[in-house]
C-alpha cells in the first residue's frame, strides 16, 4: 500500500542550527512528494514538493530532493530562524488519494 | 482571493445528532477532500471527490458522508456523530488531481461529546 513515515519529534534547534527532517515513503505508480508546513493555529500551506525522480523543490530556504532509489524525500535547510517553528509533514499523492505523515514539530529557540 | 473556506470553525455537538460542515472553494478546482487529524496520526483522508457526482472513499470513511452537487461545495455529513469523530477537519481542493498541490481550508475544530 501507500504510505509515510516520517521522523519523529519534537525537534529542538537552536537559531541559524541546521534542520534535517528523514520522510520516506511506500508508493504504488509514480507519486509526487509534498512537504506542509502548520504554524500554530493555522491551517496547511505548501512549503515545497517534487513530481519526478530526482527533483528538487526549494523555497525560503528549504530544499527536498525525490530520491526514487532510496524512496526518501528528506526536508534540509541550512539556517533555521525562529520563524520557523511549525509542525512539518511529508505527504505523497498517488492514485486519486493523499497521503501524510505523522508531523513533526519543530520549535527554534534564539 | 483564491481560497478554501470552511463553517463552522468551531462546534460543540452531542453524540447522535447530525451535523455538517460546509466546504467551498472558489479556483474551480475538480478535486475535493476531506481530512481528519489527530495527534500523532497526522492527517487521514476521510473522502475525496474527482469531479462533481464522483465521490470516494478515503482511509477512514466510517461515519461519515459526503456529496458534491456543485463543483465548488464539498460537505462533510456526521449522521450520527461519536465521540471518537472528536477531531479537526480540513477540506482541501487541488485543480484535477492528488498529484497537485492541495490547497487547505482554515479548519473545522469539532468536539462530540
Known amino acids: 500500500g501507500n504510505s509515510v513515515t516520517q521522523m519523529e519529534g519534537p525537534v529542538t534547534l537552536s537559531e541559524e542550527a541546521f534542520l534535517t527532517i528523514n520522510c520516506t515513503y511506500t508508493a504504488t505508480g509514480y507519486p509526487s512528494l509534498f512537504w506542509y508546513v502548520q504554524y500554530p493555529g493555522e491551517g496547511l500551506q505548501l512549503l515545497l514538493k517534487?513530481?519526478?525522480?530526482?527533483d528538487k523543490g526549494s523555497n525560503k530556504g528549504f530544499e527536498a530532493t525525490y530520491r526514487k532509489e532510496t524512496t526518501s524525500f528528506h526536508l534540509e535547510k541550512g539556517s533555521v530562524q525562529v520563524s520557523d517553528s511549525a509542525v512539518y509533514f511529508c505527504?505523497?499523492?498517488?492514485?486519486?488519494?493523499?497521503?501524510f505523515g505523522t508531523g513533526t514539530s519543530l520549535t527554534v529557540i534564539p | 482571493e483564491a481560497q478554501v473556506t470552511q463553517n463552522p470553525r468551531y462546534l460543540i455537538t452531542v453524540t447522535g445528532k447530525k451535523l455538517t460542515v460546509t466546504c467551498s472553494q472558489n479556483?474551480?478546482?475538480?478535486?475535493m477532500s476531506w481530512y481528519r487529524q489527530d495527534p500523532g496520526l497526522g492527517l487521514r483522508q476521510i473522502y475525496y471527490?474527482?469531479?462533481?457526482?464522483?465521490?470516494d472513499k478515503g482511509d477512514v470513511p466510517e461515519g461519515y458522508k459526503v456529496s458534491r452537487k456543485e463543483k465548488r461545495n464539498f460537505p462533510l455529513i456526521l449522521e450520527s456523530p461519536s465521540p471518537n469523530q472528536t477531531s479537526l477537519y480540513f477540506c482541501?481542493?487541488?485543480?484535477?488531481?492528488?498529484?497537485?498541490?492541495?490547497?487547505f481550508g482554515p479548519g473545522t475544530r469539532l468536539l462530540v461529546l
Open positions: 471527490s474527482m469531479n462533481v457526482e464522483v465521490t
Open positions: 505527504a505523497l499523492g498517488t492514485g486519486n488519494q493523499f497521503y
Open positions: 482541501a481542493s487541488s485543480p484535477s488531481s492528488s498529484q497537485e498541490t492541495q490547497y
Open positions: 517534487a513530481t519526478k525522480a530526482d
Open positions: 479556483m474551480n478546482h475538480e478535486y
